[in-house]
Nanobody, 115 residues
Framework: QVQLGESGGGLVQPGGSLRLSCAASGFTFSSTSMRWYRQAPGKEREVVATISSAGSNTNYVDAVKGRFTISRDNAKNTVYLQMNSLKPEDTAVYYC????????WGQGTQVTVSS
């Protein structure tokens, strides 16, 4: 079955960095575009970044452009989110998702940006 497992979150000071990972299984990862989402307390889940199946195309929400980088390793069935220059407003639970399998979610990983 489809499984998505996020990791790499934690507590970081403003201006710091984190690298999130999402290990995927149960579907043909290399042929599937992937997304990172986040959900802050009291807010709806939002798309943060998208990467095409081969990794050649990426898109970002305006709030993270220039600070976050999405990438993937199809040999490892893993998608990453490198987050730099973190701000308190980046605090949220971060999730990965396969674009063509919208109903499947992992447990998410908590990112807290605070001094």
């Amino acid at each position: 079955q489809v499984q998505l497992g996020e990791s790499g979150g934690g507590l970081v000071q403003p201006g710091g960095s984190l690298r999130l990972s999402c290990a995927a299984s149960g579907f043909t990862f290399s042929s599937t575009s992937m997304r990172w989402y986040r959900q802050a307390p009291g807010k709806e889940r939002e798309v943060v970044a998208t990467i095409s199946s081969a990794g050649s195309n990426t898109n970002y929400v305006d709030a993270v452009k220039g600070r976050f980088t999405i990438s993937r390793d199809n040999a490892k069935n893993t998608v990453y989110l490198q987050m730099n220059s973190l701000k308190p407003e980046d605090t949220a639970v971060y999730y990965c998702n396969a674009v063509r399998l919208p109903g499947y979610w992992g447990q998410g990983t908590q990112v807290t940006v605070s001094s």
